[in-house]
């Protein structure tokens, strides 16, 4: 059977990397013209209206028989991990581009870490803690570029700011339902997270002074050139094998191959977005990825 596959959870993870590479660089092309907002929340509900022959194929339920106080933790980990922090970092996505964004959200793989250790009793080694300064320096390289570029100062510290902030949202999102995942049917947590974030979408939005602009380009099939594939890409496969490969392995392995996504996504921004690949750019990407296999394996 599939689920006795010898690494399954590795395997998984790493596909994750690069369908999720793929997906970064379709969206990165849709908030050119669709809003973050409205893109999230076209992510999400395709992802939900995808889900629901899934169900079917692997003769799943959509309702489980759960205590309340699992799907309101799972509830609140989509609010937080699919709403909140996918829309940062869809901003975050318009404003640094592909490449340099690629750099900061290596910060995932210690935020994961670090939570893990709080809250889930695993271990920190001193490489670990050399990793996560590694990719914090990273980080700072990345915001000391002084290239020319489109990138106004302002938007180069706002996208950063963003995106550090999204990649803790992620890993709190995440790390606050691992007991419940390792216990819980894959695709009814997906489901869950998927309806939470949708629900505390549609609520910001109702509320957003720019909604009906907002809601037209997201209407406009023109848009959907990129948005749907990216989407597709991005709300289903993606998060299929990044809950799998969470579910199957422990979380600090998963995170790290995870991770790998930043250098095809780095790659695929300098093929297909004609992003500047420099020595700071470059030196940023090898000190992050660095920094992230030290803190996955050098427990």
């Known amino acids: 059977m599939l689920l006795d596959l010898p690494y399954l959870g590795e395997i998984l993870s790493l596909s994750c990397a690069i369908i999720w590479a793929t997906a970064v660089i379709l969206f990165k092309k849709s908030g050119e013209t669709v809003h973050p907002l409205g893109l999230n929340l076209f992510k999400n509900l395709l992802g939900l209206v995808l889900f629901l022959p899934t169900f079917m194929v692997f003769g799943e339920r959509l309702i489980v028989g759960a205590p309340l106080k699992d799907y309101l933790l799972l509830m609140a980990s989509g609010v937080i991990g699919i709403g909140l922090a996918d829309t940062l970092f869809f901003k975050s996505l318009n404003l640094l581009g592909a490449g340099l964004s690629a750099i900061v959200n290596c910060l995932y793989s ?23 300064f590694l990719i914090i320096t990273a980080v700072f390289t990345v915001s000391q570029l002084k290239e020319k570029t489109h990138i106004s100062r302002h938007d180069l510290i706002l996208g950063i700011l963003l995106g550090v902030l999204a990649m803790a ?5 995440i790390v606050m339902i691992k007991p419940l995942l390792d216990r819980s049917p894959l695709l009814w947590v997906i489901e869950v997270r998927l309806l939470a974030g949708c629900g505390i979408l549609g609520i910001i939005l109702w509320f957003y002074p720019g909604r009906q602009r907002i809601m037209a380009s997201v209407l406009s099939v023109r848009n959907w050139r990129y948005m749907l594939p990216g989407s597709f890409v991005g709300a289903y496969l993606a998060l299929v094998v990044w809950m799998g490969g969470m579910k199957y392995t422990e979380m600090s392995i998963a995170s790290a191959l995870n991770q790998t996504s930043n250098i095809f996504v780095f790659i695929l921004a300098a093929i297909f977005l004609k992003e500047p690949v420099n020595f700071q750019r470059t030196a940023g990407i090898i000190l992050a990825i660095v920094g992230v296999v030290m803190v996955a394996f050098f427990r």
């Open 110 to 132: 210690p935020f994961i870490i670090g939570l893990a250790v709080l809250f889930l009793s695993e271990g920190m080694s001193g490489l670990q803690l050399f990793g996560v």
């Open 169 to 173: 949202l992620m890993a709190i999102g």
